[in-house]
């Protein structure tokens, strides 16, 4: 089971951060319904796509200018 160490950084929110699987994560970034252009899965998808050898992907949003956020993951295990 793979888990992720992650944290979420949001314009005027405070800062979140948790220990989750593939399916709790999804579910946190739903529960946060964050402006994205893609859905949790997908951004979930494309960042496990992107993780560099040290094991960090780190997707920063400006889609909503009024709304930045940044989610960092760290490959666990």
């Known amino acids: 089971m793979t888990r992720y160490l992650w ?3 949001r314009k005027d929110h405070e800062t ?3 220990l989750s699987t593939d399916n709790e994560l999804i ?10 252009v893609m859905p949790a899965d997908w951004l979930l998808a ?3 796509m992107d993780i ?12 909503d200018p009024r709304a930045p956020w940044k989610l960092q993951l760290q490959l666990v295990a």
Do not use: Y
């Open 46 to 48: 494309t960042m496990m």
């Open 52 to 63: 560099d050898a040290s094991g960090l992907s780190i997707h920063e949003s400006v889609h």
């Open 7 to 9: 944290t979420l950084d």
């Open 16 to 18: 979140r951060s948790g």
């Open 27 to 36: 579910g946190v970034l739903d529960a946060e319904d964050l402006p994205c």
